[in-house]
Structures are given as C-alpha cells and as structure tokens.
C-alpha cells in the first residue's frame, strides 16, 4: 500500500536556525511530489513539485530534495513567518490519487 | 488563472441533521475533483475523488457521499450527520494526468453537535 510518512512530527527553532524535514514515501510508480505549506484554519497553499531523483527546487529560504525513497525541505535562516504546518503529498501510478503525509508542524520562535 | 471557491466557510450542525458543502473551480476545464477531510492536526484523508461529471469514487466507506452535476461543481453530502463528522473538509482540484499540482480551497470547519 501506497505511503508517506513525514518527520518529525513537530519542530520548534530559533529565528536563524537552519534545519531539515523529511518525508519518505513508499509507492509504486512516482509521479510527483509535492510540498505544501499550511497555517491554521486554512486550506494548502502548494510550494513545490518534484518529479525525479535528484531534483531540487527553491524558494525564498525553502529547498527541497528528491532521493528515491525521501524528500527533504530544508529551511535555512528561518523566520517566525515560516511558522507552519508543511505538508508533503505523492501521486503514484493511479494520477487520479495524492496521498499525504501527516505533516510537520513548524514553530519559528524570534 | 484557475481559482476554486468552497462555502460555507463554517458551520455547526446537530446530530442526524444532513449537510451539503459545495465547491466550484474557475478557469479550467474537464478538472479532477477532490474531496479531503482533515482531522484536528493531522494528515489529509482522501474522501472522494472525481474524473468527470457524474463519475465518483469512494475512498472510504462512511456516512456521507459526493456528486458532480456539473463539470467544475463538486459537492459534499450526507443525510444524517453523526458527532465523527466533524473536521475540516477541503476541495481541491488538479488538472487530469500525471505530474499535475493539487489545488484547495479555504476548507470548511463542520461541527457536529
């Protein structure tokens, strides 16, 4: 069965601290991934796709990395804006389906 | 550019009461449509999906059903809420084929009472 699993499930960091957040995937067929970030009582807002191994994408202090089996987003110099949920999400072989992770909640203190 | 409107943006429902959430997408044609439910900080559940007017699937088996009557209409229903229906309900569309970005709306929070 198709899967994402995302990690940690929580992140607190200070302002300028630099980190990473995982997501791996176990499906058949990738078709895309993709990154989303998510603030409270709202709907996600889409970052980035990534359709092979070794791709990468950025955005202001956001990149993001495609291995085979994981994607990172790596968040440098982070500011107490970037306080989010950041949700990521395959779409395998069916096109008709994404399948998200449970996302990280990130918490950027100043 | 494509834009997707979900309403109402809230409500509370009692218990047995039916529900309908509706969504439009604007400026595309022939979309995918989705059906999301998320419950209080965690992932997004798959509810329906759907490639083309009067054409839904089922994820998961549950109180409540979707239907497409138009080709950029989705809608949300059930006939009797029960209290597990409460969460925060997303629609979002993607363009058909592979490799193609998902779309939300701004969610509606369904409380059950």
């Known amino acids: 069965e198709d899967q994402v699993t995302q990690s940690p499930e929580a992140l607190r960091l200070q302002e300028g601290e630099s980190s990473s957040l995982n997501c791996s995937y176990t499906?058949?067929?990738?078709?895309?991934l993709f990154w989303y970030r998510q603030d409270p009582g709202k709907g996600p807002e889409f970052l980035f796709t990534l359709y092979s191994a070794g791709e990468e994408k950025e955005k202001e202090r956001l990149k993001a990395t495609l291995t085979k089996k994981e994607s990172f987003l790596h968040i440098t110099a982070p500011k107490p804006e970037d306080s989010a949920t950041y949700l990521c999400?395959?779409?395998?072989?069916?096109?008709?389906?994404?399948?998200f992770g449970s996302g990280t909640k990130l918490n950027v203190k100043p | 550019s494509q834009t997707i409107h979900q309403w109402p943006a809230t409500l509370v429902q009692p218990v047995g009461s039916p529900l309908s959430l509706e969504c439009t997408v604007e400026?595309?044609?022939?979309?995918?449509l989705y059906w999301y439910r998320q419950a209080a900080g965690r992932g997004l559940q798959l509810l329906f999906y759907s490639v083309g007017i009067g054409q839904i699937s089922s994820e998961v088996p549950q109180n409540l059903s979707a239907s497409r009557p138009q080709d950029r209409q989705f809608i949300l229903s059930s006939k009797k809420l029960l209290l597990s229906d409460s969460g925060f309900y997303l629609c979002?569309?993607?363009?058909?084929?592979?490799?193609?970005?998902?779309?939300f709306g701004e969610g509606s929070w369904l409380t059950v009472v």
């Open positions: 999400a395959v779409q395998a072989d069916n096109f008709n389906k994404f399948y």
């Open positions: 979002a569309w993607s363009s058909p084929g592979g490799g193609n970005t998902i779309y």
């Open positions: 499906v058949s067929g990738l078709r895309g």
């Open positions: 400026g595309t044609s022939n979309p995918n």
